[in-house]
T-cell receptor, first 112, second 116 residues
Framework: DGGITQSPKYLFRKEGQNVTLSCEQN?????MYWYRQDPGQGLRLIYY???????QKGDIAEGYSVSREKKESFPLTVTSAQKNPTAFYLC???????????FGQGTRLTVV | GENVEQHPSTLSVQEGDSAVIKCTYS??????FPWYKQELGKRPQLIID?????GEKKDQRIAVTLNKTAKHFSLHITETQPEDSAVYFC???????????????FGAGTQVVVTP
């Protein structure tokens, strides 16, 4: 079953802790993206990567970090420096620039 | 960098009427403009897209128009049905530039409500 998978679906974090959200795809896509979705604010780009071992900051990268060691995987770490991390996080992938992006089911992160 | 603005933020239409959502983009290097639909509790899914070498594209009840000179593009839904109720996002993708190639930038979304 091909697709893009995010895990976990729900995640709870204590203040001051780092947490890593997983994103895996078996679509052989080069490009991968992380978005944050808050009510009324659409999809805001956190980080994106066009090729392995390379990634770029999006509009709201502060307090987040990523890695792209494998083509299939693009994990997002929400660090304690992120002031308001409670949100819905969506990962996406595409063949490359100018092609359809496929989204994962999302991870809802709650800071408790 | 690219900035995509989307209007309106909410849109209520009567079943059978048409709905129009408009987006503007800032970077003339952008060449790919997709539209995504996100139903409640689900992931966004592509419904239609357009590239900068065409001005209009249709797929059944939905169509997208692009005005490169004015840097805006619009989504048109005709004969709306209750199942069209969702949040719609426009997006723009940049060509390779020095520092932001491949970026897929979304608008803030439009909540469409179709009432029977």
């Amino acid at each position: 079953d091909g697709g893009i998978t995010q895990s976990p679906k729900y995640l709870f974090r204590k203040e001051g802790q780092n947490v890593t959200l997983s994103c895996e795809q078996n679509l052989n896509h080069d490009a991968m993206y992380w978005y944050r979705q808050d009510p009324g604010q659409g999809l805001r780009l956190i980080y994106y990567s066009q090729i392995v071992n390379d990634f770029q900051k999006g509009d709201i990268a502060e307090g987040y970090s990523v890695s792209r060691e494998k083509k299939e995987s693009f994990p997002l770490t929400v660090t304690s420096a992120q002031k308001n991390p409670t949100a819905f996080y969506l990962c996406a992938s595409s063949i490359g620039t100018g092609s359809e992006a496929f989204f994962g089911q999302g991870t809802r992160l709650t800071v408790v | 960098g690219e900035n995509v603005e989307q209007h309106p933020s909410t849109l209520s239409v009567q079943e059978g009427d048409s709905a129009v959502i408009k987006c503007t983009y800032s970077d003339s290097a952008s060449n790919y403009f997709p539209w995504y639909k996100q139903e409640l509790g689900k992931r966004p899914q592509l419904i239609i897209d357009i590239r900068s070498n065409v001005g209009e594209k249709k797929d059944q009840r939905i169509a997208v128009t692009l005005n490169k000179t004015a840097k805006h593009f619009s989504l048109h839904i005709t004969e709306t049905q209750p199942e069209d109720s969702a949040v719609y996002f426009c997006a723009a993708s940049l060509l390779m530039t020095t520092d932001s190639w491949g970026k897929l930038q979304f608008g803030a979304g439009t909540q469409v409500v179709v009432t029977p």
